[in-house]
Each structure stands twice: as structure tokens, then as C-alpha cells.
């Protein structure tokens, strides 16, 4: 990380009060800069990339540093739209996630952000993730890997799926059936099945049957009787989609079942 | 919340004069004559006074007929702050013409005609009962019955008498007995009158819309400029933009507030329920709503949950279900049946609304949790109800999606991941979660719209709607596309009614929504007597997991007479 440069290509009155101390570690030259910006070490990238806004668009760099999330509807803190949507606007999001010194809340809408840039950040989320000390930022960095590439995503799973935090497990086991090739972590997820915490095996019943993964129906069935209302409700959706022939079978025992979507999907599913 | 601006809506103050006067009061009987004061009206107008001319031709008149029948009094609680002394007019106690702007008694008329009828040493007793101490009557030379004052009022009737009938709390109810005495004592005739103040009725769509608020924002590096003009070219007078800045930049004016009103035969008060939610924009009503003729209350206390929040309290339109009529509608707001609610004192204080009996949805699905979410109610003036059930729905949503070239970009989208609609298509974990919220939640809810309000999917518009897990939301949901349901409603007299909807991007150019497909559909959909304006609401609202109704408060006109249409259901409870 640099904690940022260029003083020559910024004039002082440009950053705003609170922007990072401004000190020069390196000096880019154009061809520098090129060069850099097409490492494959993603922290030289990041550091000319952030070198590269601070010089061509100081303002909007200033601003990017000092910029606040707005609560959600839900009261979590996000960004959004405006500046934020400028290209190269991740950088200096990265750089302020890097620094670390802000609140949980502020993290997770950085990371947010990032992961809504369509940038290339799945190397560093990968890095950056198991420093994370908030559970609810971790799981924000698990949901961002669900499109990226399986040498990033992979091992954000697997870290996921065994963090001490059962919110985390759970995102891991629910994003995986958002990846376009989650079942290649079926054993992963069949793990999850067993969790100690019903959200864990609610989230993993649900991606076992999104990915329809085979060899997890029996385990998966299993779930049916469990005393969570919401895990038996994901296993039975899982079930059908596993293999609806099989489903119907297992079904009936469901059909006066206290919970109302249980009961109905039952009969739907048993084909009453 | 600033308590001391707030005026309860229930005076607890019981303490009353002699409730169990004697007849005739000691103060003996009262000649009230109708000259002098501006409150009686001796110019002669009454309608009735043409019946005064007796026909003298038969040597032994028949006794005349004198109708002694008066019509019921409903009115408000005066609990509004005409004098804007800070004390709630009840409290003030200022009579007829004690507090400055007061217009919220009501007038119970004995017209001339009648009382100058009356057989010559005939006297008329007034005899209050029922809740004496939230009802006080006036004379335009003083209260003469009720709180602070005796139950019984008896006089000599001379020319036409106003009665003035001043209410202290919500539903406050009475009888006003009316005895005509002759010289001995005796009774005469006797009439009844029901006096009776109005509950808390909330808003539905079909009420014309008065006044539409928007909070006008621009900060963290957006604004929502454009769809504020957007909202002030369409309504003109009838919007008010909230300076953001003077309110933290909370845009959720939805979920602050929700508008109801008091009213009577010939009276109005305008009730803006202060939500406990206690955001940046909690002060707004106090600021800026709260007048003569308005007032702010607050419901519930403590830590509010996303169900005490304007966005889950709604009011269907007026129906008939299984042959009992709500001309009112119905309240109803979002639940799990369990723990997911609204705070236990706005529950009471609902399901105190017993004329616009209230029922749930389950809203356990959704990340925020706002009936507001997944469907509304829209004027439609060619259908027989007159109103239609607008829902997202995901059957049509993906019907209409496979319709569209898969290639197509979506712009917008990609800070989603979606870069063409055959992104979305072929999201297998999306589809996955879409069905599951039809079957599990979704189709429920639209069930139970039908059978607690009679509707048939004839009464229903489905339009294209899916929802997505946004990260921050664990395996709670929120729109994906941006959910056109969630729309503001405005029908402003004399005006097309128009729906303010969120723009849906679902196009390639952003800036041209003549080129967007869903915008199509939508209008396709939609009855004619609406016009949906587009409004971009995808940076402030959308990405903020909110949509423009939440984003939105509208103040409307009532538009049924409550006492006409629906006592039997007070009776009925």
C-alpha cells in the first residue's frame, strides 16, 4: 500500500482536510505507470492506479477519500451512484479499505462498492479477507466472490465455510450457488448440511438444491426432520429440485407440518 | 421527537363539573334569544322557517305538528392547535369563540321554525350522557353541558339555537336528550341525538391527493434533482420538496410518517402519525406539517423495528368482503406472525381501527420489510371496484425477460453483474430464489389479499417483478429491477391521476426510456386512466434498497362519510 504521491501533480488546496498525508514513495513516469498498472501483483496495480487518479482527477480523488455511505432502507451503511460510479473511483476505495481505520460499517460499504465496480478486485478481496476482524464485513467479501474467478473465489469459500462466525458459513454456503460453477465445492456444502447453526444448513440445503447437486440428496433429506422450521423448508425446496421423482416420496410427512410454506409446498411436492 | 410539540389525541384530564346535575340547574332556566351574537343566525334563513306559516282557515286548527327530531352530531376531536398557543384546544378550553381560528365544533342546530312552534310556557331540557368528560356543548354565550360543567341545561326557547359540540378524544360518544317541558314540568316529546367524534382514519390511494413531500437531497457525491423536478413540473402546487439538508439527507419521508384524518360532518383535522422510527426527518412534522387543522401524534415508544415504518403501514381501498362493506378499506401491515412486527402500542392502536379492520402480510422475506415492497393499490376508474391490485410478480417477470433478445445490454445493471437480460435469464441461483419467494411468500400474500378483501384475480395486475439478495442483506431480498410497484400515487383533483413509478433502466441507453421494454410492458398493463411518469430514482432510492413510494408521503381528502356508511361496524365490535 502507498499512502499516496504524486505531490508534484497536486497542487496542496486540491485535497480536502481529512485526505491521507500525502507522501511521495514513488514517481511514476508514463512509461512507469503503464507498466505498473499491468502487473500481475494486484498491490503494484493498486498503487498506480490510485497514483493515476490522484494525478489526472485530484478533486475526484479528494472527494473519493472523503466521502461518507448513506444508510439503507435497512440501516446498514452503502454507496452509491454519483462519484462512487466513476471509473477508476475504486482505487481510492481500495486504498481507504486498505488503511483500515474506518468503522465496520464504512468497511462493509467498501467492499460493497468495490464488488459492484466491476473492477478486478478478486485477488486482493482474496488477501484482504482473512484480516478482516467483523464477521459481517468477511461475509460481504464472500458475497463479492460469486461471479469471480475460482483461483480468487475458491479459497474465499473455503475460508468462509469454516469462519468461527456462523453469519459468515452461512454466506459462504448461500453464494455458492451464485457461482456459475459452485458444484465443483459439493463436498464443501455437504459439510455445511451437518452445521451446528441452523442458518448454515438452511443456506446450504438451499445452494445444494440450486446446484442440484446429486450426491447430496440423501443428506439433504435428512434435513426434512430437522427442528428448524427454515431449514426443513430450504431442504424440501431442495429435494424437488434435486430429483422431484424422489421428493414426492418424502413429502407426506410434511403435509401437516406447523409451518404454512412447509405445508404447502408439500403438497405440491407430493403431487396431491 | 420533540414530545412537548405533540398533541394527544386522548385528553386524560376526567374531571367534570356536575355530570349528575339536577333538572333544571339551580340556576333556574335560561331564556337564550338570538339577537346579538354572531353565532346565532337571526336573519331568518333557516329553510324550516317557511313551514312556520300555519293555515288559519279551519275554525279549530289542528295542534301543529312539530318535528322534533334533530339530526346526529359527528364531529372531530378538537385536539388540533388552532391558537397555536401550543395546548391542544380541548385543553384550552376557550368555548365558542375563545380561541383564535377554532373551527373544529360542531354545530347541532334548533331551528326557529321548531322552537318558535313550541305551545307558549314550554321550556326545552338538554340532558347530556355517555362520555361527559371528553364532550362539552356551547351556546354562543358559553358552555352550557359537559366537561366542567353540568349534564343537564334546561331553557326557554326564543328564536333559533346553535348548539356547538366540542369533542376530547377520538371515537368520544354521547347522547344528547332533548325534552320539551310544559309549564308544569311535564314531557312533552322527547328526542335523542348521538353525539360522536371520528376515529383515525388512514389514507388509500383512491382519496384524492392534497399534498405530495419529497426530500430533496444532494450529498455523498448524488442528488435526486431530476426526480424532484420531476415531481414538481407533473404536481405543481400540491408538492413540496423538503430541504434534505435541514434533515440529515433522510429521504425515507415514507417511513417517518403516515397521513390519516379526523373528520366530521362540517369539520377536519389532518393527523400525520409520528412513527417511532426517530430518523433524521423526525422533527419535519413538528416543523413544517403541524398547524391549525393538523396535528402530530406519535404511537408506541422505545426502540422502533423496519415494521413501525410509514412504508409497511397501508390502507387498502374501500371493499365489500363476504358481504360486509369497509367503504374505508382496510388496514394492513407486515408481519411473520411471530416476531416480526410493529411495535405492541401502534398494533393496539391499529387494531383499534376497527372501521378499517386490519389484517397482515408476511413481509419476512423482504430486507427492509415493507408491505410497500411487492405490490400496490391504483385508482382504476373503468373497473367495478374502481381500483386495481398492482403486484411484481415473478412468473411475469421472467416471461417477460425470455421475451427480450438475451443480448440485450443493460447498462445499468452492471453494478449488479448484469451486463445483458440473458445474464439475468440464465442466473440459475436468482431464478431459484425467485420461485421460492413466489411459492413461499409472494402468492400467499396476494392470497390473502383476496380473501380478506374479496378480490379475484380479475381485481389484479401483474406486472414483471423479481428480487435479488444484496450483499448486507444476508438471505433477506430486495428488488432487483427496480420495483415499479413501489410508485406514489397521485390523484390531485381535477388532474389525470398519475403514478410516479421508478424509472427500470432495463434498456441499453439510460437516457431514453422510449427505448425501454419494460417501461412498454408497464403501460401496457396499465388501465387508461392513469399515466405513469418514470421517475429516476436508482442512485437515492433503489440503491438504498427503497423505491419512490418510500421515498414519498401523501396527504389526501377524505371521501366517505363515516357516520353514513359505516357505524354498523363500530356496533358491529
Known amino acids: ?272 | 421527537m420533540i414530545p412537548t410539540l405533540l398533541l394527544l389525541l386522548a385528553c386524560g384530564d376526567d374531571t367534570t363539573g356536575s355530570d349528575t346535575g339536577t333538572v333544571g340547574s339551580d340556576s333556574g332556566t335560561t331564556a337564550v334569544d338570538d339577537t346579538g351574537t354572531t353565532a346565532v343566525d337571526d336573519t331568518g334563513s333557516d329553510t324550516q322557517d317557511t313551514e312556520d306559516t300555519q293555515d288559519t282557515e279551519d275554525t279549530e286548527p289542528p295542534e301543529p305538528e312539530i318535528d322534533w327530531a334533530f339530526d346526529d352530531v359527528f364531529g372531530v376531536p378538537n385536539v388540533d392547535d388552532d391558537d397555536e398557543n401550543r395546548t391542544s384546544d380541548f385543553t384550552d378550553n376557550g368555548g365558542w369563540s375563545g380561541v383564535s381560528g377554532e373551527d373544529d365544533f360542531t354545530t347541532l342546530t334548533l331551528p326557529r321554525s321548531v322552537l318558535n312552534s313550541l305551545p307558549d310556557g314550554e321550556t326545552v331540557r338538554l340532558t347530556l350522557s355517555g362520555e361527559t368528560s371528553q364532550i362539552r356543548v356551547h351556546t354562543s354565550s358559553g358552555q352550557i353541558l359537559g366537561k366542567g360543567s353540568d349534564t343537564v341545561y334546561e331553557f326557554t326557547p326564543s328564536g333559533k339555537l346553535d348548539l356547538a359540540v366540542e369533542f376530547g378524544i377520538l371515537l368520544a360518544q354521547g347522547y344528547l336528550e332533548l325534552e320539551r317541558l310544559n309549564s308544569a314540568g311535564v314531557v312533552q316529546d322527547s328526542t335523542e341525538v348521538l353525539l360522536m367524534a371520528s376515529p383515525l382514519l388512514m389514507n388509500n390511494h383512491l382519496q384524492e391527493a392534497e399534498e405530495v413531500w419529497v426530500v430533496s437531497v444532494e450529498a455523498w457525491g448524488t442528488d435526486n434533482h431530476a426526480l424532484v423536478q420531476d415531481f414538481t413540473d407533473e404536481l405543481g402546487s400540491a408538492f413540496t420538496s423538503v430541504n434534505g439538508r435541514n434533515y440529515g439527507n433522510d429521504v425515507w419521508i415514507q417511513d417517518e410518517f403516515e397521513w390519516g384524518n379526523l373528520y366530521g360532518t362540517d369539520t377536519r383535522i389532518g393527523v400525520v402519525l409520528d412513527l417511532i422510527r426517530d430518523r433524521d426527518l423526525d422533527d419535519y412534522a413538528e416543523d413544517h406539517m403541524v398547524e391549525p387543522g393538523r396535528i402530530a401524534t406519535v404511537y408506541g415508544s422505545g426502540r422502533a423495528t423496519s415494521q413501525d415504518y410509514g412504508g409497511n403501514l397501508e390502507t387498502s381501498p374501500p371493499v365489500t368482503v363476504g358481504g360486509t362493506e369497509y367503504p374505508l378499506g382496510r388496514f394492513y401491515y407486515g408481519d411473520d406472525g411471530r416476531n416480526i412486527r410493529p411495535n405492541d402500542d401502534l398494533v393496539d392502536a391499529i387494531n383499534d381501527s376497527i372501521l378499517q379492520e386490519p389484517f397482515t402480510q408476511t413481509v419476512k422475506w423482504l430486507c427492509v420489510g415493507h408491505v410497500d415492497e411487492y405490490h400496490t393499490f391504483i385508482p382504476d376508474s373503468s373497473s367495478a371496484k374502481g381500483f386495481k391490485l398492482v403486484v411484481a410478480d415473478v412468473d411475469a417477470g421472467y416471461a417477460f425477460l425470455e421475451g427480450l433478445n438475451e443480448n440485450t445490454k443493460i447498462t445499468q445493471y452492471q453494478s449488479k453483474g448484469f451486463r445483458t437480460i440473458g445474464d439475468i435469464v440464465d442466473d440459475r441461483a436468482i431464478r431459484a430464489l425467485n420461485e421460492d419467494l413466489r411459492d413461499d411468500y409472494i402468492e400467499p400474500n396476494i392470497a390473502t389479499f383476496k380473501a380478506e378483501l374479496g378480490l379475484t384475480e380479475s381485481d389484479i395486475i401483474r406486472v414483471p417483478g423479481l428480487f435479488e439478495q444484496p450483499t448486507g442483506c444476508g438471505q433477506y431480498t430486495a428488488s432487483l429491477m427496480p420495483g415499479t410497484v413501489n410508485l406514489t400515487v397521485a390523484n390531485v383533483a381535477g388532474e389525470a391521476v398519475k403514478l410516479f413509478a421508478p424509472d427500470p433502466f432495463l434498456r441499453q441507453n439510460t437516457g431514453d426510456q422510449s427505448s425501454d421494454p419494460l417501461i412498454s410492458e408497464w403501460n401496457s398493463l396499465m388501465p387508461a386512466s392513469v399515466e405513469t411518469h418514470f421517475v429516476d430514482d436508482w442512485d437515492v432510492y433503489h440503491m438504498a434498497l427503497g423505491e419512490v413510494h418510500c421515498g414519498s408521503k401523501v396527504q389526501r381528502a377524505p371521501d366517505a362519510d363515516w357516520w353514513d356508511t359505516s357505524l354498523d361496524l363500530l356496533e358491529g365490535n
Open chain 1, 1 to 272: 500500500m502507498t499512502t499516496l504521491l504524486l505531490l508534484g501533480a497536486l497542487s496542496a488546496p486540491a485535497l480536502a482536510a481529512d485526505a491521507p498525508l500525502v507522501l511521495v514513495e514513488a514517481a511514476y513516469t508514463p512509461e512507469t505507470l503503464d507498466q505498473a498498472l499491468a502487473s500481475p501483483d494486484w498491490r503494484v496495480r493498486h498503487d498506480a492506479a490510485v497514483a493515476q487518479l490522484w494525478r489526472d482527477q485530484p478533486d475526484l480523488a479528494a472527494d473519493l477519500w472523503a466521502i461518507q455511505p448513506m444508510p439503507t432502507r435497512a440501516r446498514f451503511l452503502r454507496f452509491w451512484g454519483g462519484i462512487v460510479d466513476e471509473p477508476g473511483a475504486e482505487a481510492v476505495l481500495l486504498e481507504r479499505l486498505m488503511v483500515g481505520d474506518e468503522g465496520a460499517g464504512q468497511r462493509h460499504a467498501l467492499v460493497d462498492a468495490i464488488s459492484r465496480s466491476g473492477s478486478d478486485y478478486a485477488q486482493a478481496f482474496a488477501e484482504l479477507m482473512s484480516d478482516e476482524p467483523d464477521g459481517w464485513v468477511r461475509a460481504a467479501y464472500v458475497a463479492s466472490m460469486r461471479k469471480q474467478d475460482t483461483a480468487y473465489a475458491w479459497p474465499v469459500f473455503r475460508l468462509a465455510l469454516s469462519d468461527a462466525d456462523a453469519y459468515v458459513r452461512a454466506e459462504g454456503a448461500r453464494s455458492l450457488a451464485y457461482h456459475p460453477q459452485g458444484e465443483a465445492l459439493a463436498a464443501e456444502l455437504l459439510g455445511a448440511l451437518a452445521d451446528t447453526d441452523a442458518q448454515v444448513r438452511e443456506a446450504a440445503a438451499w445452494s445444494v438444491g440450486v446446484l442440484r447437486i446429486d450426491g447430496a440428496f440423501e443428506t439433504v433429506a435428512a434435513l426434512l426432520r430437522d427442528n428448524d422450521a427454515e431449514v426443513r423448508l430450504q431442504a424440501l425446496h431442495a429435494v424437488e429440485r434435486i430429483d422431484a421423482d424422489r421428493a414426492m416420496a418424502l413429502a407426506d410427512p410434511l403435509l401437516d407440518d406447523s409451518d404454512a410454506r412447509i405445508a404447502r409446498l408439500a403438497m405440491r411436492v407430493s403431487g396431491r
